[in-house]
């Protein structure tokens, strides 16, 4: 994004712009920026074409302003948390639109359809406006869910053309595993007429199988282009940290998180031999054979989860966190199909089921949403990943650590073979933005550095993870780079607690951890200590600074 006339002026404007110390402006204002970050439509899609982004400059440069005029001395720390959500958001809209630019890189981009929904509060990676949430319908359709479909199915084919336009990018690895993503949309749509066929909509099934005969059109258009490409798909090290920092709010670098997640790998190896040290006369887990034992076990494992959260005092449990979870317990599968989770769920799903504190966060969303105008919506473009799967990953060790597996202590076996699995597929993806190693090698790290060759079992999973952490910065390591910050708000928050003869609370810890939201773990921490992190002062400096992201 180069700096036009009216850019230098509205910068220039800033400085001099009349302070608002008015918080309820701020919301008024992200509320607008909410309504413009959706992109116009330009036959029937969202238009991500370059030209609209150059038009629409001006206006986020405006939001941008308004934004750093705030006067907030006054304001409250939860007040100020705030502002600097906003400001994440605003700097991920310039990051999108100047490096990352994943409607010019990135094929997957124009993945529409989604036949299930997300575990955390929107969907991961880039994600185009306007999608086709599949699993949002009940079939047979109603005559009006009929209608919605038709306008969902509609985007398809226009999306699709103006993709032939925008992707003009040389990312080869983006490409060539973009493809993939497409030619599931179209195995998807195909199937789609069976549960439509017998509703006599005309347009409806027209609308189908225009979508099927333009998504193959699409694919065949990428392997024609895909021999072309050949540039790297990685930020770079420079890129990385500063999406990281300025959009994410993670007080850690590229190097920082690189240091982290090799000391997480070698702790979750160490910890896993002790583990099995100690349990060496303790028979083994034995995997479960078929669907009847796989439901008993699931069934038995979550009852006794939930108990223990509630009778541990471990954080409050209300009513709906039941139905989150036990609608999330998982099937059988057989041996030879399983992948990473589901061997470890075949033998014990407690840890899987500790990392579904997900769906409790999301049921919390829909029955008990934030009052904060800020907050009641998922973030954009990920910003919410070091605190949802940053907590998801830390509960399986704290929860673990608080007895959870005091009646089988095999299972806490498992919780330190998922924390290395994670800590190498960071790793990789890390390498995989610093265009150190290939998609194809950090996956290696990713699977040859997960315990007991969990990770060689099929290649879906490798790939499905891998290609999302190529796609969206920082989603690889944030699982573990959360987690230490939850360990560092815990400290921070037992440290007070010590200082004002106060009893640490861990029930009280993980409530106010829920009503803080989904927001970058450094800002909750902020809001729960009273504590600013010193990083966000140099965030704020770069945000005045003139087209810092452009100067790199």
């Avoid at 038995?300 to 989860?305: N, T, V």
């Avoid at 500790?354 to 800020?374: K, Q, T």
């Avoid at 830390?394 to 073979?417: S, T």
Wanted: aromatic share 12%; glycine share 4%; hydrophobic share 40%.
């Amino acid at each position: 994004m180069k700096l036009t006339l009216i850019s230098v002026v509205l910068i220039f404007y800033s400085f001099f712009a009349t302070a608002n110390s008015d918080f309820n402006e701020l919301e008024s204002l992200f509320t607008q920026w909410r309504a413009f970050e959706a992109p116009p439509l330009h036959q029937l899609a969202p238009d991500y074409r370059e030209q609209t982004f150059q038009k629409r400059e001006p206006e986020w440069l405006t939001f941008k302003t308004k934004l750093l005029a705030f006067d907030r001395k006054n304001w409250t720390v939860a007040q100020q948390v705030d502002w600097f959500v906003m400001l994440s958001e605003i700097n991920g809209y310039e990051f999108n639109a100047n490096i990352l630019k994943p409607w010019q890189r990135d094929p997957a981009f124009y993945k529409q359809v989604w036949t299930y929904q997300s575990d955390v509060p929107a969907h991961e990676g880039p994600t185009p406006h306007y999608v086709t949430e599949l699993w949002t319908y009940q079939f047979p359709l109603s005559e009006e869910e009929q209608k919605r479909l038709v306008t969902d199915l509609s985007r398809i084919a226009p999306l699709q053309q103006q993709a032939k336009i925008n992707l003009t990018g040389n990312a080869k690895e983006l490409w060539i595993a973009g493809i993939r993503d497409i030619q599931i949309q179209h195995d998807v749509l195909l199937k789609l007429y069976t549960l439509i066929e017998n509703t006599g909509n005309e347009v409806l099934i027209a609308q189908q199988q225009e979508a099927v005969a333009s998504t193959q059109e699409f694919i065949n258009w990428l392997q024609k282009k895909a021999p072309e490409k050949s540039g790297p798909s990685g930020l770079g090290i420079e890129h990385y940290t500063w999406y990281q920092q300025n959009v994410h709010m993670m007080p850690m670098s590229w190097a920082d998180e690189e240091r982290l997640l090799r000391r997480e790998l070698n702790r979750a190896w160490s910890s896993l031999k002790l583990e099995e040290q100690r349990n060496k006369d303790i028979p083994q887990l034995v995997a479960v054979k078929n669907a009847d034992e796989f439901d008993q076990l699931a069934t038995r494992s979550a009852e006794y989860f939930l108990n223990f959260l509630d009778e541990e005092d471990i954080v409050t449990v209300p009513d709906y966190f039941k139905p989150a979870l036990f609608d999330k317990l998982g099937s059988f599968v057989p041996e030879e199909s399983r992948h990473f989770f589901h061997i470890g769920s075949h033998l014990d799903p407690t840890p899987l089921y500790s990392h579904f504190y997900h769906w409790f966060e999301l049921a919390i969303m829909v029955n008990d949403p934030s009052p904060r105008v800020l907050r009641k919506q998922s973030l954009l473009y990920n910003i919410f990943d070091s605190r949802n799967e940053g907590t998801a990953t830390a509960v399986e060790e704290i929860f673990m650590h608080a007895g959870l597996y005091d009646h089988n202590p095999r299972a806490r076996e498992i919780v330190w073979v998922m924390l290395a699995q994670r800590a190498a597929r960071g790793l990789g993806s890390l390498y995989a933005h610093a265009n150190q190693m290939t998609m194809e090698d950090a996956g290696d790290i990713h699977m040859n550095y997960t315990p007991r060759g969990w990770m060689k079992t099929e290649p879906d999973l490798l790939i499905f993870e891998q290609h999302l952490y190529l796609r969206q910065p920082g989603y690889g390591t944030s699982y573990v780079t959360g987690k230490i910050l939850l360990d560092a708000a815990m400290l921070q928050k037992a440290k007070q607690d010590e200082e004002q003869n106060k009893t640490f609370s861990l029930k009280s810890f993980f409530d106010e951890l829920n009503s803080i939201g989904g927001i970058p773990i450094a800002l909750g921490t902020w809001e729960m200590t009273g504590e600013k992190p010193e990083f966000l002062n140099d965030v704020e400096k770069t945000a005045r600074s003139k087209s810092s992201l452009n100067a790199m």
